[in-house]
C-alpha cells in the first residue's frame, strides 16, 4: 500500500472480479458470458484489418459503430456513445455527473462494480433493498431524492435476481427522480421477445435517462471490452467532449462490435437458445428441489434446498470443474447464480448438482 494514494482510494475496497480461470475445460458459469460464440462476421472483420491500419489514431467518435447502432435501434447516431466495456460508462457517469460525496443510489442487492465505482470518485452508495419477490418498493424514488443522489442505477433485467422491471416502472422512475437515472440494460437482449420490452421509447421523453448496453454478453464478446451509453445528446455531450479519453475505444473493437451489432439475426438465434436452456435448466433445477424465480436474463439465481449449504455446493462444484457464484451477502448465501451454458455444460452441471443435493446433509 502506498501513502502517495487519496484517502478516499486508501480507505475503500476495490472490486473482486470472477475466477478467470484459462483452462478451456473449465464450465465458466460464474461471469455470465455467452455460451454461443460470436457472428461468423466479426471473425471476418478481424480478419480484414492489417496492422498497417493500427499506425493512425482510430475514429474519435468510433462514427462506424454509431451509424450501425443508430440502423439497429432506430435513433440517430449523435444519441450513441461508445465506450471500452459497459463498465467505462459507468465510470464516465460518476465522474461526470456526481459531486465527491454525493450519493449514488441503487438497489440492495445490485452490481458490486457501482460501489467502487463510486468510492473512487469518494461518494458514497445509497443501498435500497428490493422487496420480498425482488419487487422495487413504491417508494424507491423518494428514498433516492431523499439523500440527493445524483446518479441512480437499475440494472434491468436485474442482477443478480433476473427479474425484469418493466417500461412503466423505468418510465416512473425517470419522471420521479431528481437526479439522472441509468438503466443497465447489459442482460436486455435475453429478454422474451413475447414481452415486447424496450425503453428506448423512454429516452426522447426523460433528459435524465441514460442506457447502457455491452457486447459482452448478448453479443458473446466479453474479451472485446465494448459496450455503449443511448441518451439524448445533450445528456452525452460532457462525456464525449470532455472526461472519456480522447481515444477510448481501439480501432479493432470498433470495427469487430460494428459486425458483431450489424448480424442481428446471428445474435438473436444465440439469444433465442440461451432463452430455451434458461427454461430447461430451471425446470431442471426445481426438479432438484432449488427455487428459481423465473429470470430473464442468461443466468438463474437458485436458492438452494433447505438442507444444503450454497457456499459449499459452490466449492464442490468447483472441485468437479464447474464455476458458479455465489454471494456471502445476507439474505442472499442460500443461493448461486449459474449462468447458462450449453446444453452439455448443462447436463453437467445438472448431473454434479443432482449427486451433491442428494447427499448433502
Ligand atoms: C456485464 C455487465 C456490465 C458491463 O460489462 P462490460 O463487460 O464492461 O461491458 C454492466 N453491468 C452489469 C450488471 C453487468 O453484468
Not at 447502457?212 to 459496450?227: C, D, H, Q, V
Request: with cysteine; proline share 7%; net charge negative.
Amino acid at each position: 500500500m502506498s501513502s502517495y494514494e487519496r484517502s478516499n482510494i486508501r480507505a475503500m475496497r476495490g472490486y473482486t472480479w470472477g475466477e478467470q480461470p484459462e483452462d478451456p475445460r473449465t464450465i465458466k458459469l460464474n461471469t455470465n458470458e455467452n455460451p454461443y460464440p460470436a457472428s461468423p462476421a466479426v471473425a471476418a472483420a478481424l480478419g480484414a484489418l492489417s496492422v498497417e491500419q493500427l499506425r493512425r489514431y482510430p475514429p474519435p467518435l468510433a462514427d462506424g459503430f454509431r451509424e450501425v447502432a443508430a440502423r439497429v435501434h432506430g435513433l440517430p447516431a449523435d444519441w450513441f456513445m461508445a465506450t471500452n466495456g459497459g463498465d467505462e460508462l459507468l465510470r464516465l457517469l460518476i465522474t461526470t455527473f456526481l459531486e465527491p460525496g454525493q450519493p449514488l443510489a441503487t438497489t440492495a442487492p445490485s452490481y458490486s462494480l457501482y460501489p467502487v465505482l463510486a468510492a473512487v470518485q469518494n461518494c458514497p452508495t445509497l443501498d435500497i433493498p428490493l422487496e420480498d419477490a425482488f419487487e422495487l418498493p413504491e417508494t424507491f424514488a423518494e428514498q433516492a431524492n431523499a439523500a440527493a443522489a445524483g446518479l441512480t442505477c437499475i440494472v434491468n433485467p436485474h442482477a443478480p435476481t433476473g427479474r425484469l422491471f418493466s417500461v412503466a416502472q423505468i418510465d416512473t422512475l425517470a419522471n420521479r427522480l431528481d437526479g439522472l437515472l441509468l438503466v443497465d440494460e447489459a442482460y436486455v437482449d435475453f429478454v422474451d421477445p413475447e414481452h415486447a420490452h424496450s425503453t428506448l421509447p423512454l429516452l426522447e421523453r426523460h433528459d435524465n435517462l441514460v442506457l447502457l448496453r455491452t457486447l459482452s454478453k448478448g453479443y458473446a464478446l466479453a474479451g472485446l471490452r465494448f459496450g455503449y451509453g443511448i441518451a439524448q445528446p445533450s445528456l452525452l455531450e460532457p462525456m464525449i467532449t470532455k472526461t472519456r479519453d480522447s481515444y477510448n475505444v481501439d480501432l479493432i473493437s470498433q470495427k469487430l462490435a460494428a459486425a458483431a451489432l450489424a448480424d442481428q439475426d446471428w445474435a438473436q438465434d444465440n439469444w433465442r437458445k440461451v432463452r430455451a436452456e434458461r427454461a430447461r435448466l430451471a425446470n431442471a433445477l426445481r426438479r432438484l428441489g432449488c427455487e428459481v424465480p423465473e429470470s430473464h436474463s442468461n443466468f438463474l439465481f437458485a436458492r438452494m434446498p433447505g438442507h444444503v449449504d450454497a457456499a459449499a455446493t459452490k466449492q464442490a462444484l468447483q472441485a468437479a470443474s464447474i464455476l458458479v457464484r455465489h454471494f456471502a451477502t445476507r439474505g442472499l448465501s442460500d443461493r448461486l447464480r449459474i449462468s447458462i451454458g450449453t446444453p452439455a455444460e448443462n447436463d453437467t452441471l445438472l448431473q454434479q448438482l443432482e449427486q451433491l443435493l442428494a447427499t448433502d446433509g
